[in-house]
Nanobody
Framework: QVQLVETGGGLVQAGGSLRLSCAAS????????MGWFRQASGKEREFVAT????????YYAGPVKGRFTISRDNAENTVYLQMNSLKPEDTAVYYC?????????????????WGQGTQVTVSS
């Protein structure tokens, strides 16, 4: 089993940056793809980014491409989401997810473990 804990959320002005961290534990972490999803108030959960088990491959949702960067440090059992040029529409609870497969998915059904979420609020 994999346990995930997100940190780094907060309040930031439009145009600013935040770096989210997801600390993972569990014996399968080194072979798991990781992903970030977000859910705004009253909206459905949506895909943000994913990274394969080794960190060699990444994929981003259109609205965040060029602004967000997903990365991982397997030695530290941590995945990151660097968020730059933040917009008010980025406001959401951000969730870290882990899959029992080497490659990730853009669908939340492709992930097996989830963190508790961290709130990101971008003001105008």
């Amino acid at each position: 089993q994999v346990q995930l804990v997100e940190t780094g959320g907060g309040l930031v002005q439009a145009g600013g940056s935040l770096r989210l961290s997801c600390a993972a534990s569990g014996r399968t972490f080194g072979s798991t793809a990781m992903g970030w999803f977000r859910q705004a108030s009253g909206k459905e959960r949506e895909f943000v980014a994913t990274i394969n088990w080794s960190g060699a491959s990444t994929y981003y949702a259109g609205p965040v491409k060029g602004r967000f960067t997903i990365s991982r440090d397997n030695a530290e059992n941590t995945v990151y989401l660097q968020m730059n040029s933040l917009k008010p529409e980025d406001t959401a609870v951000y969730y870290c997810a882990a899959a029992r497969t080497a490659s990730g998915s853009v669908y939340y059904t492709g992930y097996d473990y989830w963190g508790q979420g961290t709130q990101v609020t971008v003001s105008s």
